[in-house]
């Protein structure tokens, strides 16, 4: 589930045990870009507030954030 998302961000829901290639998959099947190229599990460590690159979910612990970027 995309929760947040920006020209070149976004940020994704996911359950905790989706494979990374899963969650690029679906992200790009389901909420396609708008620019060149394709989302992907972004490099960076922290998401701009701080919070780790992934982090649990605050609503339910069996879920991810992921920060992905195109």
């Given at each position: 589930m995309v929760y947040s998302s920006g020209l070149c961000c976004c940020s994704v829901c996911v359950?905790?045990?989706?494979?990374?290639?899963?969650?690029e998959r679906q992200t790009n099947v389901k909420y396609p870009t708008g620019i060149a190229g394709q989302w992907k599990v972004s490099t960076d460590k922290t998401f701009r507030d701080g919070a780790a690159n992934p982090h649990p979910c605050e609503a339910d612990h069996t879920r991810l954030h992921y920060l992905l970027d195109c």
């Amino acid at each position: 589930m995309v929760y947040s998302s920006g020209l070149c961000c976004c940020s994704v829901c996911v359950p905790s045990e989706m494979p990374v290639e899963e969650i690029e998959r679906q992200t790009n099947v389901k909420y396609p870009t708008g620019i060149a190229g394709q989302w992907k599990v972004s490099t960076d460590k922290t998401f701009r507030d701080g919070a780790a690159n992934p982090h649990p979910c605050e609503a339910d612990h069996t879920r991810l954030h992921y920060l992905l970027d195109c």
